[in-house]
């Protein structure tokens, strides 16, 4: 299902856009009060309704907060951020089979932290959005994971038939905290904000065991690393962190030396090459490991076409 976005938060959003866009160097103040403004607010709980998705740790459903009042909630929240006393519940971790037999770790916030952090998403995402490389095709509007595969193939035919099929340990789970914040804070100077952000990414996770106890755990805080995988904020903070990466690996001249040029989507990337592929993932391996990120050297592999093949996005 998919929302109209009302047209006071598209004005707000292609104001901020605008601004990112036609000022790459500009640093945005005043941020906070956009996040908890009543149309902002609104609209994320809409969004975070559309998508349904399970109670928090709280155990605080839809149709509680419905039959509580939405309004009457909303201004509730609206009156924690606004005074500053607002402070995130821990996330809900559940486990989801991958196709491996392996599990991966979601984490699900509670309601609250949901539409606070797609209000924020909703203030922050044009101004990113506007520093997005254009090899980066996860999370964003008009863009899909299609488009990506149609980019692979187009560098496919035109010769760069070397392929360095690359996979990230972890990658949400290994963001670092202070390197992540200083690319956000490249932009954004509201130290509110930024707070707001540091609690989400410190927020203790929260587990159930099989006999039905709980276990908490601030490992993100502990470690200063992770940005949980489901909750609204993770895929723009992502991207934001990859985006060092692709940025990197144009600026440092990579791409043109060795004819080198990155897909990304997600935590899935690809380099295709017209040739010196063992150089180019080489490169991959010392740049990621300055990014504090681990390749997952069992499926990190170069292939070379058309005598083998390689699996990108399914």
Not at 48 to 59: H, S
Not at 134 to 147: F, G, I, N, T, V
Request: aromatic share 8%; charged share 30%.
């Amino acid at each position: 299902m998919s929302l109209t976005t009302p047209p006071s938060v598209q004005k707000l959003q292609k104001a901020l856009h605008d601004k990112a866009k036609g000022s790459p160097n500009f640093r945005f103040y005043a941020l906070y009060d956009k996040v908890y403004r009543e149309d902002v607010m609104a609209f994320a709980y809409e969004c975070c309704k559309a998508n349904r998705g399970a109670a928090g740790v709280d155990g605080q459903t839809f149709e509680d907060i419905e039959e509580y009042g939405v309004k009457k909630w909303l201004d509730e929240l609206t009156q924690e951020l606004k005074s500053r006393t607002y402070r995130p519940q821990p996330v809900r971790r559940v486990y989801i089979p991958k196709p491996d037999g392996k599990q991966r770790p979601l984490g699900v916030p509670a309601i609250r932290e949901r539409v606070a952090q797609t209000a924020a998403v909703l203030v922050l995402e044009p101004i990113f959005e506007a520093d997005l490389q254009p090899e980066q095709y996860a999370y964003r509007a008009d863009r899909s994971a299609l488009d990506a595969v149609r980019h692979v193939h187009k560098l496919l035919n035109t010769g760069h038939g070397q392929i360095v099929d690359a996979d990230l340990s972890g990658y949400f789970d290994s963001i670092p905290h202070s390197d992540l914040l200083k690319s956000v804070a490249r932009r954004i100077v509201d130290g509110a904000m930024l707070h707001l952000i540091k609690m989400w990414l410190e927020a203790p996770v929260e587990e159930t065991d099989e006999k039905g106890n709980k276990h908490r755990s601030t490992r993100n805080r502990d470690e200063g690393q992770g940005t949980p995988q489901g909750a609204p904020i993770s895929p723009l903070l992502s991207n934001l962190y990859m985006r060092r990466f692709v940025l990197g690996w144009k600026k440092l001249g990579h791409e043109k030396r060795l004819s080198a040029h990155i897909v990304n989507y997600a935590d899935d990337l690809v380099i295709c090459c017209r040739g010196q592929a063992e150089e180019a993932l080489a490169v991959m391996r010392d740049i990621m490991t300055k990014l504090k990120l681990t390749v997952n050297e069992t499926k990190t592999r170069v292939c070379k076409l058309p005598e083998e093949k390689f699996d990108f996005l399914g």
